[in-house]
């Protein structure tokens, strides 16, 4: 397959997976949209490209490459994601949200996912929980990687910075986070709720490597992700700022925090669909 | 006759230190982690040995338990320690969700528990942590009485699965448990009696023994059994022990809302409804002093043990 055929059938996976986060979220009348649609490119880079996976998931993942979700409400996308690389039958994506699923509204262990190794929700948890596994990496002298995503709104959250500061001054090579830096948060824009100012030059004083790439082109998130493992055999943790849209691929979702968390109605759903004409088979 | 006797006192901090360096050298999973403490948890011979497997996260609580928690991830049995107050309340939300629901095998090791720490007074006595800790889902709350049981606790932590919350002191305290089987979960029957049962834990067992002999030379029979495991609780042992004696006094160095005699007084409202006291801190803070003049002043002397024997009786 050339590299071009390549990207267009990953451009058609991630049309697909936004078209489970809407057809989700919409089954259940709630979740988070906005972020997921935003992060959509980042998914399928990570899950059909950059990691180093299998799905025949095993919580200790031995060999392979993990991936840990800070900001938790981002699970229909990872949920997506996860189900369309393998992990589990993608018609398991119609439980979302729903009474005695294994897809709970943020990640959780205890339902057995395959994928998830952690439970998130609560925010500014992430990145500890990925050092102590990049740590557990090192001790068990396995070269993989580790990468964590987390939301820009999430930044204000301490234990983020007691972390960034672990990372940095034990020169934790292994690790390979993103910020989603979309700009949005709940009540508003980042920068009108409590502003991160300067992002790159405050993890640049943390001892991160730092590259910034635009999330939403797939094309710019695989060469960035790929690009990161480089980096971080300078022997620094790396950091991504992602800059993304929030909502993106759905015309009327973009860019505003008014769909964080909010799902769809009928006719809304319709209209999203419509402008996700690429589809690999609805589950 | 006191039944028991000590040669010797040792504060249970040590009894941890010197646990968790045996099992770093039983396993090599063993991990610790501490937040600036490391002398004050008696970490040292560990680090020592093991620097490889030795943390040290700095002032930065929160991301010790992340870490402990992802740690995990990868077959490590990781023990955190820092003071009790750093290892519960303020990291409440972390053990909820990265540990406990995430049933990570996380050992939260937490010393300067309760008023025993004496000088430093009530910002660093805490006093809910039982409570906060048992009230998690899949929890196990261990509050060893001595040197030796805290050490024989840690080591049965090794082998154990799942999350777990371990809580000791800073005193000398009398060591008195030498030889005795340890079992998480399993209530240890120090003392045989028909009037009137004791429950303690921690450094209130010690009390309580004190308070039996007094007892005993008023002719009132004691049970004493040291409910060294918080949770899961030995509902057997307790309501076997009630069915003889019929009445019940606990003793714990910390809230009477949400420690040990919280949890025998569900048993009992649930099972067997009986006449009970409570000898704990009585919804207060504490302050500075020296432990002794600290648990006398609370009222977790033995001749506040005495007394509310004394009281329960009259209920029975």
Redesign the interface.
């Known amino acids: 397959m050339s590299k071009q055929t390549d990207l267009l059938e990953l451009k058609k996976i991630a049309s697909q997976i936004r078209r489970d986060i809407v057809r989700m979220v919409h089954a259940c009348q709630s979740g988070h949209p906005g972020g997921a649609l935003g992060c959509t490119e980042f998914f399928v880079a990570l899950y059909f490209k950059v990691l180093k996976h299998n799905p025949k998931f095993s919580?200790?993942?031995?060999g392979e490459d993990?991936f840990?979700l800070s900001n938790g409400h981002l699970s229909a996308v990872w949920y997506a994601a996860l189900a369309r690389s393998g992990y589990f039958d993608v018609k398991e994506l119609a439980t979302f949200r729903k009474l005695n699923t294994r897809l709970q509204g943020h990640p959780?262990?205890?339902e057995h996912l395959p994928g998830v190794?952690?439970?998130?929700?609560?925010l500014?948890?992430?990145?500890?929980?990925?050092?102590?596994?990049?740590?557990?990496?090192k001790?068990?002298k396995?070269d993989s990687f580790i990468y964590v995503l987390m939301g820009d709104g999430e930044l204000q959250e301490?234990?983020v910075w007691?972390?960034a500061?672990?990372a940095g001054f034990n020169k934790m090579d292994n690790i390979i986070a993103t910020i989603d830096y979309n700009g949005q948060q709940i009540d508003g824009p980042v920068d009108k709720i409590l502003s991160l100012m300067n992002l790159r030059a405050k993890w640049e004083s943390f001892g991160w490597t730092v590259q910034e790439f635009n999330g939403n082109n797939l094309d710019e998130v695989i060469k960035a992700l790929e690009h990161a493992k480089i980096l971080a055999k300078q022997g620094k943790p790396v950091m991504n700022l992602m800059k993304t849209e929030m909502g993106f691929g759905v015309d009327y979702m973009m860019g505003s925090h008014k769909w964080h968390g909010v799902a769809p109605n009928d006719e809304e759903l319709k209209k999203a669909l419509d402008q996700l004409e690429e589809t690999i088979g609805d589950y | 006759m006191t039944k028991f006797t000590f040669t010797e006192k040792k504060d249970t901090r040590s009894g941890f230190g010197v646990g968790l360096h045996e099992l770093g050298k039983q396993n090599p999973d063993v991990v610790a982690l501490c937040a600036d403490l490391t002398g004050s948890l008696k970490m040292d011979a560990f680090k020592k040995e093991f620097p490889e497997r030795f943390f040290q996260v700095g002032i930065a609580e929160a991301n010790m338990m992340g870490l402990a928690a992802g740690m995990t991830i990868g077959g490590k049995i990781p023990f955190t320690g820092t003071f009790a107050n750093f290892s519960t309340g303020r990291v409440y939300d972390q053990i909820r969700q990265s540990i406990a629901y995430s049933h990570k095998n996380v050992k939260i090791c937490a010393s300067h528990a309760g008023l025993t720490l004496g000088e430093d007074g009530a910002t660093h006595q805490i006093l809910e942590d039982i409570g906060m800790m048992k009230m998690l889902p899949g929890m196990t709350v261990i509050v060893p009485c001595d040197y030796n049981q805290t050490k024989e606790a840690t080591l049965a932590l090794g082998t154990h699965v799942g999350p777990a919350y371990l809580r000791f002191g800073r005193p000398n305290w009398p060591i008195f448990t030498t030889g005795r089987p340890f079992t998480i979960g399993k209530a240890d029957k120090m003392i045989d009696g028909t009037d009137v049962t004791i429950f303690a834990c921690g450094h209130m067992v010690w009390q309580a023994i004190e308070a039996e002999a007094m007892l005993a030379a008023k002719g009132i029979s004691v049970e004493l059994i040291n409910l060294h495991t918080i949770k899961p609780l030995d509902v057997e042992a307790v309501l076997n022990s009630v069915e003889k004696t019929r009445c019940v006094v606990t003793a714990e160095e910390h809230q009477i809302n949400g420690g040990l005699g919280d949890s025998i007084a569900h048993v009992l409202a649930r099972f067997r409804p009986t006449p009970m006291e409570m000898v704990a801190v009585n919804d207060s803070f504490g302050e500075s002093g020296t432990p002794t003049e600290l648990l006398k002043k609370y009222g977790l002397g033995p001749e506040n043990i005495v007394a509310a024997v004394e009281k329960v009786l009259k209920r029975k």
Do not use: C, P, V, W
């Open positions: 919580m200790d993942g031995k993990l840990f959780a262990t205890h190794r952690i439970a998130s929700g609560s500014g948890q992430g990145l500890s929980a990925a050092l102590g596994a990049a740590q557990s990496k001790l068990n396995d301490g234990q007691e972390a500061m672990y």
